[in-house]
């Protein structure tokens, strides 16, 4: 059985900053695998925050993220374990909520639409408040 676990989680003051990680089950790559963290807003759908694509046959991967976070998230990949980071900076209280992470196999480029991923973990929740 595949899975994938988010950590990271925490509380925060606006400004600051979180790193939220995403492992999987052993079995399932996560270098070939595409991974997106989605956030989701009490009363509120999941929105696609960033994602990252499954590597080429060169090892890279290329990143994607909404409008309402660039440059203050970035997502990267462990080149020893394939886990995939979320740093978050310069945190506000509008980024609060629970962060999935989800994965699909094989998908380059990456997109941050819910449907299209096929393993998702528990969520991790972010509190941003002061």
């Known amino acids: 059985q595949v899975y994938v676990v988010e950590s990271g989680g925490g509380s925060v003051q606006p400004g600051g900053s979180l790193r939220l990680s995403c492992r999987a089950s052993?079995?399932?790559?996560?270098?070939?695998?595409?991974i997106s963290w989605f956030r989701q807003a009490p009363g509120k759908n999941r929105e696609g925050m960033a994602c990252l694509s499954s590597s080429d046959n060169r090892g890279m991967s290329f990143a994607d993220y909404a409008d309402a976070v660039k440059g203050r998230f970035t997502i990267t990949r462990d080149a020893d374990t394939g886990t995939v980071h979320l740093q978050m900076t310069g945190l506000k209280p509008e980024d609060a909520g629970v962060y999935y992470c989800?994965?699909?196999?094989?998908?380059?480029?990456?997109?941050?639409?819910?449907?299209?991923?096929?393993?998702w973990g528990q969520g991790t929740q972010v509190t941003v408040s002061s």
């Open positions: 052993s079995g399932f790559s996560l270098f070939n695998s595409a």
């Open positions: 989800a994965a699909r196999q094989v998908m380059r480029p990456c997109v941050l639409y819910a449907y299209e991923y096929d393993f």
